[in-house]
């Protein structure tokens, strides 16, 4: 029942011409520009860059894993919300999927344990509704973190918030804004 409506909402708002109106056009960052700003995650995939991490690394359970990039190219804010509903659909299509063909897993959920190597350098990639989400680990001689460093994808997109503001009106800015969806605290990390 809520996916009917979800798909439904999204169509109306993305079908509307006052919403289209209002959305094309604004907010617009060029490929080149995203590319040198280092742009990920939807962001990215609006200006036509397949940086999705989940593509470039797949593993057997991506949400991606064997279907088309999810790219538009005009780069404001009608494409980011172009590409968030297309992620939408990829992900319900993904879990009725996953869920058909293996049904929820019996018993308690079990949590792995590693012992981690001394002295070491780890680096972790996975793609987060923002985009993608790089964790860092350092060890120390016993196998104990030293060091952990997460890197939220905020921090590569507030440069594209400008960006996208660049001779746009100051009341354009909340439209904007939210289309990047970008974290405060995930720029401080």
Same mark, same amino acid.
């Given at each position: 029942?809520?996916?009917? *409506?979800?798909?439904?909402?999204?169509?109306?708002?993305?079908?509307?011409?006052?919403?289209? /109106?209002?959305?094309?056009?604004?907010?617009?960052?060029?490929?080149?520009?995203?590319?040198?700003?280092? &742009?990920?995650? =939807?962001?990215?995939?609006? #200006?036509? &860059?397949?940086?999705?991490?989940?593509?470039?690394?797949?593993?057997?359970?991506? $949400?991606?894993?064997?279907?088309?990039?999810?790219?538009?190219?005009?780069?404001?804010?009608?494409?980011?919300?172009?590409?968030?509903?297309?992620?939408? *659909?990829?992900?319900?299509?993904? =879990?009725?999927?996953?869920?058909?063909?293996? /049904?929820?897993?019996?018993?308690?959920?079990?949590?792995?344990?590693?012992? &981690?190597?001394?002295?070491? &350098? #780890? !680096?972790?990639?996975?793609?987060?509704?923002?985009?993608? $989400?790089?964790?860092?680990?350092?060890?120390?001689?016993?196998?104990? @973190?030293?060091?952990?460093?997460? !890197?939220?994808?905020? @921090?590569?997109?507030?440069?594209?918030?400008?960006?996208?503001?660049?001779?746009?009106?100051?009341?354009? @800015?909340?439209? #904007?804004?939210?289309?990047?969806?970008?974290?405060? #605290?995930?720029?401080?990390?």
């Amino acid at each position: 029942k809520v996916v009917p *409506q979800t798909n439904r909402a999204v169509d109306m708002f993305l079908d509307a011409p006052s919403v289209l /109106g209002r959305l094309e056009g604004v907010g617009v960052v060029k490929a080149k520009d995203a590319v040198d700003l280092g &742009l990920v995650g =939807v962001a990215g995939r609006a #200006c036509g &860059l397949d940086n999705d991490v989940r593509r470039r690394f797949p593993a057997p359970f991506a $949400v991606t894993s064997g279907h088309a990039a999810m790219l538009e190219a005009d780069g404001d804010v009608c494409a980011r919300a172009k590409v968030r509903q297309r992620e939408m *659909q990829a992900s319900i299509a993904f =879990v009725r999927e996953r869920l058909e063909q293996e /049904g929820l897993p019996a018993g308690e959920v079990a949590t792995p344990q590693a012992d &981690l190597a001394p002295s070491s &350098l #780890c !680096v972790s990639l996975v793609e987060g509704w923002r985009g993608r $989400v790089a964790h860092v680990a350092i060890t120390d001689g016993a196998g104990r @973190f030293k060091r952990y460093k997460v !890197v939220d994808p905020s @921090f590569m997109n507030w440069s594209g918030l400008a960006m996208a503001m660049r001779n746009e009106q100051i009341s354009d @800015f909340p439209l #904007c804004n939210k289309s990047f969806n970008l974290s405060y #605290c995930g720029f401080d990390l």
